[in-house]
């Protein structure tokens, strides 16, 4: 058996640039016909949707800022349309709002929880709506449909000054459990990646030159991770190899949450 996601429609958010746009990427080439939703980034999503299209894929760019109910059933809308149905969400998108405690604003603490994990929700419940309603797709998988919450190794590790993203990606953790105990009887598997250290422009600050020295003594593995690293496991949680994959994070991250500080004996 194969990591192939033929005859299949993937919806993933947040998917101009960053792990978004690996995970459309490689999907494309596995045989998956790709939404590619941005929220801002037009040009961005568009060249994800040439290169699919360039290496023999099908793929559709769709504008949705995925922290808005209207917006998100429109682009299950589209997809479904465009596609004729849905079988995987990568609930993908995500951003950072950095700030001290005592500085951080409501606003701040507001956009990161809607997008981060409010997003994460109605992306999810449009795509089990979906799920249920088109019924078992003639030739899909043995699955109903398949959900990937993109997570973060911050649902376990603290994360001082920005509080707003570590609170989101631990509400990620429990709303992608709670979510794959409640469909899994359906045939609806629910799982999450939890990426580490990662070059993407989100952190683009923190892994490139003297910060990426200083982030590598957190990562065991000695390397600071790529888009395809995500991207691979991302395939892998989608496809039939992991048909019995239900309610799982997996950790792409080198490492960082082994506690590597207790290398040299604490
Ligand atoms: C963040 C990155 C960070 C990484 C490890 C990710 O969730 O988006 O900025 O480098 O966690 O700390």
Known sequence: MECRLDGQVAVVTGASS???RAVALLYGQSGAAVVVNYH???EGAAEVVRQIGQA???ALAVQADVAEEAAVEALFDAA???FGGIDILVANS???QDAPVA???LEQWRRVIDVNLTGQFLCARAAIRRFRAQGRRPGAAPSLGKILCMSSVHEVIPWAGRVNYAASKGGVALLMRSLAQEVAAEGIRVNAIAPGAIRTPINAENTEGEAGEK???LIPYGRIGTPEDVARAALFLASDMADYVVGATLFVDGGMTLYPAFRDNG
């Open 18 to 20: 960053g792990l978004g």
């Open 40 to 42: 801002r980034d037009a």
């Open 56 to 58: 023999g894929g099908r």
């Open 80 to 82: 479904a349309r465009h």
């Open 94 to 96: 995500g951003l950072q």
């Open 103 to 105: 500085k951080m604003t």
């Open 215 to 217: 982030l590598l003594s």
